[in-house]
């Protein structure tokens, strides 16, 4: 009887053991990704720190700013103004910042980002449902269509160097490169909506004459005021990814594997498709995925020359109302987007290349 | 990956061209088929909420859809009956005031709107006429009284104008009756306000402690109610909103439906000032309010020959504001500024269709203190000339000295003098540069800062400001023009910038800490103390209940008062505008103008026909009623 106690005993032992080894192995074997991860962390906690100390760093008095918007908007006195906002502001301007700040951490673990000054129905969860996917489907859109293009391009220039192609396509990134990206939306507005007034200037989708639902109608007219903005960042990114896969095609024709396929009597377009591009893209790819990253900030100035409702364009007004918790919940999802693509792509990279996990 | 690109090459151009078949079939449009009225507005872009007191944005709806029992017209003071029956009827004993509802008044969802709707909005919202009130009684259904406190009446005029200030149309009584019947019943159970005493509260009854807490729980209960229907009564209907546009539907159901001509009510939204004048020029909406810098102005109607802009009077003066705080300001030197300045040449790169002012600041713009003064006291107010001679030695008499084209203070010191301003204004930032060449060349170094009005106003208004001066508005009437409206609005924000003395917030009279504390020369009038002198917070809250000669002996009081406090300087009354697209909309006033030169520079004089036409068009200050009085009618 003892002797089965022991063997029981040693058994648990046993098999506890193997499982702390297990643990341990793991934690070891990964021990790169916790460290990445432990870095993603702090970050984001700092991030999280300085959001809310800056934001309130912006000067003004909300409680008097939204009485004269009342006091303006609705003809009333100043002082009927401020009674009423002091009675509409969900807003206690005496609460000490540090209680506001345990308050604020306390809702991000609860998985509420900030709920606005204006209005308690108002949160940046919610914000953040309705406007990203506009931000996302434009910007995406854009960053496909101009990584495609420029990845094409850029094989192009790299194939025909010093040819009429290459001229045109330098001349095309000169230009491009030296057009802020606002200023090509402006143009873009002025051109085809103010002058030949095919594209829509402005909004996500015409709502007097078509109901948001799965419609060919809506799809269509979403695609339609989409195109300016579109248009206007594939416009200004193209030029950086034909630039970077130039180089980057420059760098693969001149491996051995170009030239013993072109001894193997392979056909141009064979060694472009299946040799060149592939190869070159592969360090454009890690970009991509940083760049995707930056999309979920939206871009507030291309969105405001649109008026298109994407994040971007909804943190300015935010910022310009001093709708403090709404902001610091948007800046913190924001922030907290980029370090987990980032750690999503540092932890792809090392699996794919181990020489990273022991640098 | 080629087909992929191939495909979406394919698809781009597809949309290109489907967008260029459709564009071209929707140019070419230029009469109002449609009878839309298309405007911009802001509004809150999550979703409007489902009433006026909801604490968000609700935009275009406050305009064409919110209507109270009266509609009054800023800056003209012009009452328009709304959801009531012809105009209050006050008693003999001055004590009520009996409304009549129109009997056709409904909610857009079908109900009556009813006297227990007014009787309701004023229990839930204590608005300014509640202090002047001990009830508001339900007479019969469509029938509602007001009970003035004894302690304070207001003239007729004022009680009219009270009335008119506030939307009764946005509390429906079905509705909001938990919330109403709570408040009722915590105003009862607050105790009265003593005769002898100065504090205010509404319907005379002063809540404090636990009743506080309750009326204070109930608003924000009410605040955060969600009706299922958008509460109002207006012409205007809510069909569909999404982040940039709103579209607004005719409501059927409207006590003057028959006569408005707009089936719908299109508004788009922009948070960019050039976007809007981009969709003004390019003839996507019909109107907006305000006035263009002059170039802009001339580029829009130049671009859309379908518009017009009319100007009028704004009840507020723009000038400089000195920060008395400073040591630099002694008496003579806000005197020798005085007369630095070429007004007119300030106006002109400010707004060039205003008024220019020779007045000191004093309290209100030169058109109401025509109005609401003794023709003796607006004579004896301190007029300035552009004399820099007289500026130069008004300054050596304070102690200044020149030497090399530059000036010296007292102490030796170089003069430097930092300007703020609010950029997002054009006419500020404009005449602060103005001032800031101005006093260069004078020889007095001048740092302009300009920043976002929060900002701008944030900073001024903090002890050891960094500004000596400012550029803003000096007097200004947000509400109707009776003078009280400018007087609280210079307590709430000018006095702060020009940091006027003000009593203790710890004061033991409630009612004045906090306030401005500055007396007057009293001239000898009943208002006056035992010292001759009147305390700028004494009568502030009371004005109301003065008639018509005690109130300009009054102002005359104040404005000569704070003319001769020289807390700074008139440059020039406001004039603002609309514009109009002429080709869409009928019965565009000042026809004979327009016809001849759509920048219509005439600016129509206080009391004409085209004063109180041309200020109706202004949707922001006559709240949409031009269109649901049927007034403008779409060119179908």
Not at chain 1, 258 to 284: F, H, Q, V, W
Not at chain 2, 236 to 258: G, P
Request: aromatic share 14%.
């Amino acid at each position: 009887m003892e002797k089965e106690n022991i063997t029981a005993k040693d058994r648990i032992k046993s098999v506890l053991t193997k499982v702390w080894k297990a643990i341990v192995g793991f934690l070891y074997k990964y021990r790169y990704f916790w460290k990445k991860l432990g870095i993603a962390v702090l970050t984001l906690a700092f991030s999280t720190i300085v959001i809310f100390f800056i934001i309130r760093l912006i000067p003004g008095d909300i409680v008097r700013e939204y009485a004269l918007s009342l006091a303006s908007s609705r003809n009333i006195p100043y002082d009927e103004a401020y009674r009423l906002a002091v009675s509409l502001l969900n807003y206690d301007p005496e609460e000490s910042i540090f209680l506001q700040f345990f308050r604020y951490v306390g809702g991000l673990f609860r998985g509420e980002l900030g709920v606005s000054l204006y209005n308690e129905d108002i949160t940046a969860n919610l914000l953040i449902k309705q406007r990203l996917p506009w931000t996302l489907f434009i910007s995406s859109v854009s960053l496909l269509i101009s990584f495609l293009l420029g990845t094409w391009l850029g094989s192009l220039m790299a194939r025909k160097r010093n040819g009429a192609a290459d001229t045109a396509i330098s001349s095309y990134i000169v230009v491009s490169g030296s057009i802020p990206d606002y200023l090509m939306g402006l143009l873009l507005v002025l051109i085809f909506a103010y002058t030949w007034k095919i594209f829509p200037s402005q909004g996500n989708y015409d709502a007097f004459y078509s109901e948001p639902g799965w419609n060919f109608k809506f799809f269509y007219d979403v695609l339609r005021h989409a195109f300016l903005p579109v248009a206007a960042y594939v416009f200004v990114q193209t030029g950086t990814w034909t630039l970077m896969m130039r180089g980057s095609s420059i760098g693969v024709l001149g491996e051995d594997y170009i030239s013993a396929a072109k001894a193997r009597g392979l056909s141009e377009r064979t060694i472009t498709r299946k040799y060149l591009k592939r190869n070159a893209m592969l360090p454009l790819v890690t970009s991509l995925a940083v760049s995707f990253a930056a999309l979920f900030g939206g871009s507030p100035l291309m969105e405001s020359i649109f008026n298109y409702p994407g994040i971007g364009l909804e943190l300015s007004a935010r910022i310009g109302l001093k709708d403090y918790f709404v902001v610091q919940g948007i800046m913190f999802f924001t922030s907290s987007m980029v370090i987990l693509v980032n750690l999503i792509t540092d932890s792809i990279y090392s699996l794919i290349d181990p020489r990273v996990r022991k640098e | 990956m080629r087909k992929t690109f191939v495909i979406a090459t394919a698809l781009v151009l597809l949309v290109v061209v489907i967008a260029c078949f459709t564009g071209c079939i929707e140019t070419g449009q230029s009469l109002n088929a449609e009878k839309s009225f298309r405007v911009i507005s802001s509004w809150e872009k999550s979703g409007v909420g489902s009433h006026f007191n909801s604490g968000k944005n609700i935009g275009p709806l406050a305009t064409f859809s919110v209507e109270g029992l009266y509609q009054y017209i800023r800056s003209t003071d012009e009452i328009i009956p709304m959801l009531a029956d012809g105009m209050p009827v006050h008693s003999d004993d001055g004590l009520s005031t009996t409304v009549k509802i129109k009997e056709k008044a409904c909610w857009q969802n079908g109900d009556d709107f009813v006297a227990k709707d007014v009787w309701a909005y004023y229990y839930l919202n204590h608005t300014t006429v509640t202090n002047y009130l001990l009830s508001v009684e339900e007479v019969d259904n469509k029938t509602v009284r007001f009970n003035w406190n004894p302690n304070r009446v207001p003239t007729n005029e004022v009680k009219d104008l009270l009335i008119a200030q506030d939307r009764q149309g946005s509390v429906c009584y079905t509705e909001f009756r938990v919330y109403a019947d709570t408040a009722y019943d915590i105003v009862s159970r607050s105790a009265d306000i003593p005769d002898d005493s100065t504090n205010w509260g509404a319907f005379n009854k002063f809540s404090t402690g636990e009743l506080l807490s309750e009326l204070n729980a109930n608003f924000a209960a009410y605040r955060a109610h969600n009706a299922t229907w958008f509460v109002c009564t207006g012409p205007f209907k809510l069909k569909r909103e999404s982040a940039t546009q709103i579209l607004l539907e005719k409501n059927e159901l409207h006590w003057n439906a028959e006569n408005i001509g707009f089936d719908r009510i299109e508004v788009y939204s922009s948070s960019d000032q050039n976007q809007i004048y981009g969709l003004l020029a390019n003839d996507q909406i019909d109107y907006l309010d305000g006035l263009a810098p002059i170039d802009t102005l001339n580029s829009i109607l130049d671009s859309n020959p379908n518009m017009a802009h009319l100007k009028m009077y704004d009840p507020g003066s723009i000038g400089l504001i000195f920060n008395t705080e400073k040591v630099v300001w002694s008496d003579k030197v806000r005197e020798a500024f005085q007369y630095i300045f070429d007004r007119e040449q300030i106006k002109n790169a400010a707004n060039p269709y205003a008024i220019t002012s020779y007045y000191p600041l004093m309290g209100m713009a030169e058109s109401e203190a025509k109005t609401w003064m003794t023709e003796e006291g607006f004579n004896e107010l301190p007029k300035y000339s552009y004399n820099q001679a007289k500026a130069e030695e008004l300054l050596k008499e304070a102690g200044w000295s020149k030497s090399g084209g530059k000036w010296y203070l007292p102490d030796g010191k170089e003069a430097e003098l930092t300007l703020g301003t609010d950029k997002g204004h054009p006419g500020m930032s404009a005449a602060a540069i103005v001032v800031q060449s101005t006093l260069e060349s004078f020889g007095i170094k001048c740092v302009i800062k300009m920043t976002d009005h929060n900002s701008w106003a944030s900073a001024a208004s903090m002890d050891n400001s960094t500004y000596d001066m400012s550029v803003y508005w000096t007097d200004l009437n947000m509400s109707f023009s009776y003078p009280t409206g400018s007087y609280i609005h210079f307590n709430s924000m000018m006095a702060n910038v020009a940091h006027v003395p003000r009593f203790p917030d710890n004061y033991s009279n409630a009612q004045l800490a906090g306030q401005i504390n500055y007396e007057f020369d009293g001239r000898g009038s009943k208002f006056a103390d035992a010292n001759g002198k009147v305390n700028f917070s004494t009568y502030l809250n009371n004005m109301y209940v003065y008639d018509s000669t005690e109130i300009k002996e009054l102002i005359d009081i104040y404005n000569l008062g704070m003319a001769n406090a020289n807390w700074g300087i008139q440059f020039y009354q406001n004039v603002t505008g609309s514009f109009i697209n002429i080709a869409r909309i009928k019965n565009v006033p000042m026809q004979e103008y327009w016809t001849q030169n759509r920048n219509v520079e005439v600016v129509p004089e206080v009391g004409t026909e085209d004063f109180y036409e041309v200020a109706r068009t202004n949707l922001i200050y006559g709240n949409g009623a031009i269109v649901t009085m049927g007034i403008y009618q779409p060119n179908a």
